[in-house]
C-alpha cells in the first residue's frame, strides 16, 4: 500500500511545479524584448513584399531571364533599409538566375533606380509597372 | 500543406533515424544510455543527411529529385546491416525519481520548456521568413540546392550570395526537406521546412546540455542544467530565426561532453576517437565557426586521450571524414577565397593593439549580459565553480570549461582583427558568441560543481 505521506509530498511537488511553471509563464513574457514575438513594421513590409513578389511571378516561368536593380551606385553600400528589402527579394527570386538588366525581361527595380532603368532599351516607357511594396516595382519590358 | 508537412515530418525521422544507426555504431561500450543517445541521434542525421545531399549534388550534377529514394534504400540497408551485426548491450533508461526535488526539476524543465516553444511557434508565425542570415543566406542558397540540374552551382557563380564560403548543413538540410516534400506531392519552398528545422535545432540545444550533463554530473543537476540554458532570456528568440547558431552550439556541447566522457576512462579512450572525430566535422559543416571548433576537439582530444596505434588514428581521422568531406569539397572545390583572407586596409598586429576595440567588446558583451540575461546567478556559477577548488574527479570539467574558453577567445580574436567594420560585425557576432559558447560553460560548471 502506498505511503500516505509519499503520495502527499507527491501532490506538494506537483503543486509547487505547477506554481513555478505559471511564474515561468510570465517571465519570458517580461524577460524578453517588449515588441517580441510580433515583428516590427519593417519586418512585416517584407513579408508582404515576397508574398507580393511570389504572386505576381507565379505565372511566370522559372526560366524567364529577370533583372534586379537597386539604386547603389559603384562603390557605396546601400542604405540598411534598401538593402534588407533587396535581400528579401532575392531570397524570394531565388532559384530564378538573375542577368543583366538589359538581357532581362523583367526587372524587379527600386523607384530610385528607375530613372536609370529608362535608359536601358526596352524599358523607356516604363509604362508596364506593377507595384509590389511601397519602393519596389516590377517592370515588364516592352515588346521589341 | 499535407504533402509539404509529411515530407518535413519523414525527412526528419529518416535524419533521425540515420544518426541513431551511426552513433549506435559508434557509441564505444555495452551500456548504453538511451536518452543520450536518442538527444545525440538527431543532430548526428542532420550532419549525416545534409552531407550526403550536397555530395549527391555534386556526384550527380543536382539530381536532387531522387535523392528521397536513394536515402530511403541506403538507410534501409543500413538498419539491416545493423541489426544483422548488432553488439549486446543494453540500453540504460533513467529511473523515476522518488525524491520530489528529483522529479520536481525536470517538470519544470519540460513546463519551461513548452512554454518557450510555444513563444517560438508563435514567433515563426510573425516572422515567417526568419532574420536576415535566413532569407539571405541559409535558405536562399538552400532554394538553388533544392532546385535542381545546375542551379546549386549559382550560390558560387550567380547573383551575389553573401558568404557563398559558408558551410552548408542548414541549406542542405531545408533543400532536402523540401526535396522529400517535392517526391510527397507537394513542390516548392514552403517556409515550414526552415521554420521546423530552426524550431528542432533550438530543442537539439537543450538536450545536447540536459543528456550529456546526467552523464558528467549527479543527474538531479542534469535538469538545473537545462533551466540554466533559459537564462538567456530573449536571445532564446533566436530560436525561431532560422539561424545556425543552435546548431552549432549543439555539436560544440556534444563534442565537449563526449571528450569530458572519453577521458573518463583514458585506457579506453581510442574508442570514442570516431565518435569524436564524427562531432569535430559535423561541426565543421555546420559554420565557420564550427571549422575553428573542429580543430580546437582535435586538438584537445590529442592531448587529453593521446591516441595511440594507427587503429586509434584511423577512428579519428574517418570520424571526421564522414561529415568533414562535404567541408572538403565545399572549401576546396567551390567556394573560393574566403574574405577573411581578402586584402586588408589595416593590419591584423594594428587592429589587435587597438585598446578601444578592446574597450567595445568588453562594454557590448557587459551591457548585453546586464540588460538581457534574466538570471545573472548563472553567472555567479561559473566564477564559483572556478573559485571552489576542483576535486579530482572534476578535473574532466575543464574540458568544456576549457573549450569554451578557447573557442571564446577564437572568436573574439576573429572580431577585433575583422576586416568589416568593427562595430557592425561586433553587433552581429558577440551574440553569437554567447549563445554558442554559453551552454558549453554550462555543462563545465555543472561537471566541477557536481562530477558524477
Not at chain 1, 523583367?106 to 511594396?133: C, N
Not at chain 2, 549527391?56 to 531522387?66: D, H, K, P, T
Not at chain 2, 513563444?119 to 515563426?124: F, G, N, Q, T, V
Not at chain 2, 574532466?396 to 577564437?410: E, F, K
Amino acid at each position: 500500500m502506498a505511503d500516505p505521506l509519499d503520495a502527499l509530498r507527491r501532490l506538494g511537488a506537483l503543486l509547487a511545479a505547477s506554481v513555478a511553471a505559471i511564474l515561468c509563464l510570465r517571465w519570458p513574457r517580461a524577460a524578453w524584448s517588449p515588441g517580441w514575438p510580433v515583428p516590427d513594421g519593417h519586418q512585416a513590409s517584407l513579408t508582404r513584399c515576397s508574398e507580393r513578389l511570389a504572386e505576381v511571378l507565379a505565372d511566370v516561368p522559372r526560366d524567364a531571364p529577370l533583372g534586379l536593380l537597386t539604386p547603389q551606385k559603384q562603390g557605396e553600400p546601400l542604405d540598411p533599409v534598401t538593402n534588407e528589402g533587396l535581400e528579401h527579394l532575392k531570397a524570394t527570386l531565388a532559384p530564378r538566375r538573375l542577368v543583366e538588366v538589359a538581357e532581362a525581361e523583367r526587372v524587379v527595380a527600386h523607384a530610385r533606380a528607375l530613372v536609370q532603368l529608362s535608359k536601358v532599351p526596352g524599358f523607356e516607357r516604363l509604362e508596364t509597372v506593377v507595384p509590389l511594396v511601397p519602393g519596389w516595382v516590377l517592370v515588364v519590358r516592352e515588346p521589341r | 500543406m499535407a504533402g509539404t508537412l509529411a515530407g518535413v515530418v519523414l525527412g526528419l525521422a529518416l535524419a533521425w533515424l540515420q544518426g541513431a544507426l551511426l552513433v549506435g555504431w559508434l557509441w564505444p561500450g555495452r551500456a548504453r544510455p538511451a536518452l543520450a543517445l536518442l538527444a545525440l541521434a538527431f543532430p548526428a542525421g542532420l550532419a549525416l543527411s545534409s552531407s550526403a545531399f550536397f555530395l549527391w549534388s555534386v556526384a550527380s550534377g543536382g539530381r536532387v529529385e531522387v535523392f528521397p529514394v536513394l536515402e530511403l534504400l541506403a538507410t534501409a540497408a543500413a538498419a539491416v546491416l545493423a541489426r544483422r551485426r548488432a553488439r549486446r548491450g543494453r540500453l540504460l533508461w533513467p529511473r523515476p525519481a522518488r525524491a520530489a526535488l528529483a522529479w520536481g526539476a525536470p517538470l519544470l524543465l519540460v513546463s519551461l520548456a513548452g512554454i518557450v516553444l510555444a513563444l517560438l511557434i508563435e514567433a515563426s508565425a510573425a516572422q515567417p521568413w526568419g532574420h536576415w542570415d535566413a532569407w539571405a543566406m541559409i535558405n536562399q542558397k538552400a532554394r538553388y540546392l533544392a532546385a535542381g540540374g545546375d542551379a546549386w552551382r549559382w550560390i558560387f557563380a550567380g547573383p551575389p550570395i553573401h558568404h557563398r564560403d559558408y558551410p552548408l548543413l542548414l541549406s542542405a538540410s531545408v533543400a532536402r526537406l523540401w526535396s522529400w516534400s517535392a517526391v510527397l506531392g507537394a513542390p516548392g519552398f514552403a517556409l515550414l521546412a526552415p521554420q521546423v528545422l530552426s524550431l528542432a535545432t533550438f530543442l537539439a540545444c537543450l538536450a545536447a546540455l540536459v543528456a550529456p550533463a546526467a552523464l558528467l554530473c549527479a543527474s538531479g543537476l542534469a535538469a538545473l542544467v537545462g533551466l540554466g540554458f533559459f537564462a538567456l532570456g530573449w536571445d532564446l528568440e533566436w530560436g525561431a530565426m532560422q539561424y545556425a547558431d543552435f546548431a552549432q552550439a549543439t555539436y560544440l556541447a556534444w563534442g565537449a561532453a563526449v571528450l569530458a566522457l572519453a577521458a573518463r576512462r583514458p585506457a579506453a579512450a581510442e574508442r570514442w576517437c570516431g565518435l569524436l572525430g564524427f562531432l569535430a566535422g559535423a561541426s565543421a559543416w555546420c559554420k565557420n565557426e564550427g571549422l575553428a571548433f573542429a580543430a580546437l576537439l582535435l586538438v584537445a582530444t590529442v592531448l587529453a586521450l593521446r591516441p595511440r596505434g594507427a587503429r586509434a588514428w584511423m577512428r579519428l581521422a574517418g570520424g571526421a571524414l564522414v561529415a568533414g568531406l562535404a567541408v572538403a569539397v565545399l572549401k576546396l572545390g567551390f567556394a573560393g577565397r574566403s574574405r577573411v583572407f581578402e586584402a586588408r586596409t589595416r593590419s591584423v598586429w594594428t587592429d589587435l593593439g587597438d585598446g578601444e576595440r578592446y574597450r567595445s567588446l568588453v562594454g557590448f558583451l557587459r551591457e548585453h549580459v546586464g540588460t538581457n540575461w534574466s538570471a545573472g546567478a548563472l553567472l555567479a556559477l561559473l566564477v564559483a565553480a572556478l573559485l571552489v577548488p576542483p576535486v579530482r574527479r572534476a578535473r574532466r570539467a575543464w574540458i568544456p570549461l576549457g573549450l569554451a574558453l578557447a573557442q571564446a577567445l577564437v572568436f573574439a580574436l576573429v572580431m577585433l582583427t575583422t576586416r568589416e567594420d568593427f562595430a557592425w560585425h561586433l553587433v552581429t557576432a558577440a551574440d553569437r558568441l554567447l549563445l554558442q559558447v554559453y551552454p558549453l560553460a554550462l555543462l563545465g560548471v555543472a561537471a566541477a560543481l557536481r562530477p558524477r
